[in-house]
């Protein structure tokens, strides 16, 4: 009997890359590139932060060894030291006794801590009372003064001023209003009328006491050589070796005008 069925065609094997289709095979190349760049930039960083404090410094011990040097040249004892050198040494130690024992540091007695201001704090302490002042006052910090009170402000005011500042003579005129407006003066004027209406037991020489002690903070420099002059015409023994070597490192002014 005749076949009459037709022989199978031979089929060809399938390739194994054909069970990935074009959008898998582009998906899988992408994350193992976003794989590979974040591994390397962990590995990047880790290097950058960590290697550089690892390596020697040679600046750092460039000036290490300068310091060294330095350091061999100081004298270990007055006896090493030549005479001009031993005079300008004594005239700086000097210098730094009366600015320690002049200028004043730490919270003021009385007020300070019921104000919260220090001597050490400048530009805080003019912050923070500067809104008592009569003429300059904040709203209800405001304080406005009359009879014996104003008569007290206005006494005192006139025997202090800061004339390093903005030259006036007085911190007010003679109907008790502002001479000036700088920073300064405003904190003095807040501060005086501060002290008379709640420290009333404080006579009018204590409270120009502690505005010239704020005066001193102010202007460390200019008041400290005044103090220095001073005592050269008194006729204090040093004061004028010291007024020769007098150092330049005291600010002109502290706290702002």
């Known amino acids: 009997m005749e076949n009459n069925s037709q022989p199978e065609k031979h089929k060809p094997a399938l390739n194994n890359n054909q069970n990935f289709s074009p959008r898998k095979n582009f998906y899988y190349r992408a994350a193992s590139f976003l794989w590979g760049f974040t591994l390397g930039a962990v590995l990047l960083s880790l290097v950058w932060f960590y290697l550089p404090s690892l390596a020697p410094r040679k600046s750092a011990e460039i000036n290490l060894a300068q310091v060294n040097n330095l350091m061999r040249d ?20 000097q210098f730094k006794y009366i600015k ?31 809104i008592f002042g009569p003429t300059y006052g904040q709203g209800s910090n405001k304080i406005v003064l009359a009879g014996d009170d104003l008569k007290r402000y206005i006494d005192i005011g006139f025997k202090i001023a800061c004339e390093y ?27 005086t009328a501060y002290l008379i209406k709640n420290h009333s037991e404080l006579t009018n020489e204590e409270i120009l006491q ?20 001073e005592m050269e015409k008194a006729g204090v023994e040093g004061i004028k070796e010291l007024l020769e070597t007098f150092p330049e490192f005291l600010p002109q002014m502290v706290g702002g005008c």
């Open 210 to 229: 502690e505005l010239t002690k704020w005066k001193t903070t102010y202007f460390p420099k200019q008041t400290l050589s005044a103090q220095l002059f």
């Open 100 to 130: 320690q024992s002049f200028i004043p540091t730490g919270v003021p007695e009385v007020y300070g801590e019921e104000l919260n201001i220090s001597f050490d704090r400048v530009q805080d302490a003019i912050n923070k009372v500067r």
């Open 74 to 93: 100081v004298p270990k004892t007055l006896e090493d030291i030549s005479a001009e050198d031993e005079k300008e040494l004594l005239a700086y130690l």
């Open 165 to 191: 500042c903005c030259n006036v003579k007085t911190l007010v005129n003679k109907d008790g209003s502002a001479a000036c407006g700088c920073a300064h003066s405003i904190m003095m004027r807040g501060l």
